[in-house]
């Protein structure tokens, strides 16, 4: 079972550049998530989608934008990527149950670096 | 104040000890609260959700104060594979889920 699938696993970017980073679910999930981890920090959430069609900023969506495709996929964009945004990035999926109070099922991220 | 926080550790401790860590939270308002493992260079993988009557899985035991507002874990009878950094998560209304920056543990022979 794939579970969450997060593609690239590795990126290197120069500042500027835009790409997307692509995440899919096969469990059938309603909600889903983006993060991202930097060294001696917790994850920090960027964007979430709590049902398909939807999306709402996290903690820190400056820089970053997001599109729920459909119900297995969120992807997550850098239009002009910095420094700053170097990082390893996590997409996250839980079931539908009502203000994220279920566990989450997470991809085994994106390490992306920015020059 | 942060709205999840956690011991930050390093805790080494020899194999067969007992460690415990805590995680305190701010939102008086928080119904939900999970505790994650997370190897090194992994993904965060689910290892307990924390009930209000608290709750064990085998060496495994999560708690949660309300009053205090804190959660704990503990780990009886420590294996080496329980090495790894564990993070606690704080549900602080709608879909925005806050995690603690991680507790590190490491278990020596």
């Known amino acids: 079972n794939a579970g969450v699938t997060q593609t690239p696993k590795f990126q290197v970017l120069k500042t500027g550049q835009s790409m997307t980073l692509q995440c899919a679910q096969d469990m059938n999930h309603n909600s889903m998530y983006w993060y991202r981890q930097d060294p001696g920090m917790g994850l920090r959430l960027i964007y979430y989608s709590a049902s398909e069609g939807t999306t709402d900023k996290g903690e820190v969506p400056n820089g970053y934008n997001v599109s729920r495709l459909n119900k297995r996929e969120f992807s997550l964009r850098l239009e002009s990527a910095a420094p700053s945004q170097t990082s390893v990035y996590f997409c996250?999926?839980?079931?539908?149950?009502?203000?994220?109070?279920?566990?989450?099922?997470f991809g085994d991220g994106t390490r992306l670096s920015i020059l | 104040r942060k709205e999840v926080e956690q011991d930050p550790g390093p805790f080494n401790v020899p194999e067969g000890a007992t460690v415990a860590f805590n995680c305190t939270y701010s939102?008086?308002?928080?119904?939900?609260f999970f505790w994650y493992r997370q190897d090194c260079r992994k993904e965060p993988k689910l290892l307990m959700s924390?009930?209000?009557s608290g709750n064990e899985d085998g060496r495994f035991t999560a708690q949660l104060n309300r009053a205090s507002q804190y959660i704990s874990l503990l780990i009886r009878d420590s294996k080496l594979s329980d090495s790894a950094t564990y993070l606690c998560v704080g549900h602080t209304g709608g879909f925005k889920t806050i995690f603690g920056a991680g507790t590190r543990l490491f278990v020596k022979a």
């Open positions: 924390v009930y209000s």
């Open positions: 996250a999926s839980s079931e539908a149950g009502g203000a994220g109070l279920l566990p989450q099922h």
């Open positions: 939102n008086s308002a928080s119904q939900s």
